[in-house]
């Protein structure tokens, strides 16, 4: 069975995550050791909160150099849940400006959707996406289908090509991303029943495959 580590870094509740991966048939690790990582066959980073209060965190628990490694020059399976998303990004503005992950090129920003209309912040709830890519991560998942979410900054990505799915809330925004062994998303897949387990289980059989 593949070995599945899920960073605890200080940024959530990570046991809602934990028990969705093993209702979809994984066997989770949680860590705050980042020489598991290289033993890992796969890695997921969650999290809820700031960008600058998550970069911290994964910086002063000696994660930062363990995940470049691991999943840009070893290339292992990798999933950002919210704020794990997006901390994937070269850099936020959330409480100031900086400095993320790099592993996708692109910024994080405040959701801006138009002040005459009833869009509240932080956006929170049950949204539809707009499916880019229908394989990968949303196999046999119609367009249209609910996910949940809470947060107030989104993901612009440089190149829209990696953006597989989209949602709006005044206005359209990147729900999630795809690029090579890197899969992310802005909802919480943990949250979202039915359609949050089968994405999950899309993307542990994509594991098993590399």
Known sequence: MARIVVIDYGMGNLSSVCNALAAAGATPLRTRHPEELATADAII??????????MENLRAGGFLPALREAVLE???????????????ADSGSEHGHSAGLGLIPGRVERLAPPPDGDFRLPHIGWNDLAIRRHDGLYA??????????????VFVADDPGVVSSTCEHGVEFTASLEAGNISA??????KSHRAGLKLLSNWLSRVGKA
């Open 45 to 54: 980073l969650p999290g809820v909160g700031a960008f600058a209060a998550g």
């Open 140 to 153: 046999d998942l119609p367009d249209g289908e609910n996910f949940y979410f809470v947060h107030s900054y």
């Open 74 to 88: 070893q290339g292992k399976p990798f999933l950002g849940i919210c704020l794990g998303m997006q901390l994937l």
């Open 185 to 190: 998303v802005q909802f919480h897949p943990e």
